[in-house]
């Protein structure tokens, strides 16, 4: 008998500790052309960046869509269930479901010709110590294999065009924000900041909230440093640095246009990225050249 669960594990899920066990165990049994992670998963409870990032994986190769989440009786633990009775698809099957995410065009946003598709996973640098490989695992989770965020996947939830991954966006200025609470929700103009395609987060004087640095601190936090992003300020209790002396898993600043990203790896002046509120805010693996960092904070 394929196995169930009592409430919905993954983005903005209920995350019971026997239903995270029971979908990490089902994506385990997927293969990894069919979808499955190209790791086993820890069957450990826990839903954390590299489960999530499983489940967007497993969705993107069988529907061609991606929340991130698996619902109780929905259409992801559905088949799911089929690879673990042994009956799943071999090739993906043609998209399909109930409302599922669509790709959209802001209003007034004229997107750029979509660059091609980044390969599934990015080699995280051997010998880094071990607080730097999680900050790089949790930041590569949230864009590979594919961005947890962006204006461009959508989905219907009550009559209302949202973005997909916005329960994550959220979740990010909950956890990351000094100060933030959810106080901050009952304003409706901050809710459709995160939830709805082309919206942000209002800011006097600006376009809305740039949450880039906001990204990266979430994922310094993430895994185990005690920091907070301080409005207008940066992050707490990182050191700052003004030089290019960065290393992995540092976040770095632009000169330019002061965005955040975190740094998954330096060749050379040539570095290999993790940016939160990118291009249709997403979080996306870029090549940058080191020769663009202003200044940056360590996570040492």
């Keep these: 008998m394929a196995r169930s669960i009592q409430a919905s594990v993954g983005l903005g899920g209920a995350n019971r500790a026997d239903d995270v066990c029971t979908v990490q165990s089902l994506l385990n049994d997927v293969p990894a052309g069919s979808g499955g992670p190209p790791a086993p998963l820890d069957t450990d409870g826990k839903c954390g960046p590299l489960t999530v990032g499983a489940i967007l994986r497993f969705q993107q190769t069988q529907f061609h869509w991606a929340d991130g989440r698996v619902d109780a009786g929905g259409q992801t633990i559905g088949r799911l ?3 673990d009775a042994g009956t799943g698809p071999a090739t993906p099957p043609v998209p399909g479901g109930i409302d599922p995410p669509q ?3 802001p209003p007034g946003h004229v997107p750029p010709a979509p660059p091609p598709p980044p390969s599934s996973s990015v080699p995280i640098p051997a010998g880094l110590p071990a607080l730097r490989r999680r900050v790089l695992e949790v930041a590569l989770g949230e864009a590979l294999p594919a961005t947890a965020v962006s204006d461009l996947i959508t989905r219907q939830e009550d ?10 966006l959220k979740q990010y200025f909950d956890e990351g924000v000094d100060g933030w609470n959810e106080n901050k929700w009952k304003d409706k103009s901050t809710l459709d900041g995160v939830r709805i395609p082309g919206r942000r987060i209002p800011q006097p004087g600006t376009s809305g909230v740039s949450w880039c640095g906001i990204f990266a601190t979430w994922a310094v936090r993430t895994a ?3 920091t907070k992003w301080r409005m207008g300020l940066g992050p707490s209790r990182l050191a700052l640095k003004f030089s290019r002396d960065c290393r992995p898993g540092d976040i770095c600043v632009m000169k330019e246009h002061i965005h955040h990203f975190i740094v998954a790896s330096i060749d050379g002046d040539n570095m290999v990225t993790v940016n939160g509120n990118s291009e249709n805010q997403a979080i996306l693996v870029k090549n940058r050249p ?3 960092v202003r200044y940056f904070y360590s996570v040492d």
């Design 224 to 226: 185990g440093v005690e």
């Design 290 to 292: 080191l020769s663009c």
């Design 81 to 83: 269930g089929e690879f």
């Design 159 to 168: 009559g209302l065009l949202v973005r997909a991954g916005w329960r994550r």
């Design 103 to 105: 790709i959209v065009t």
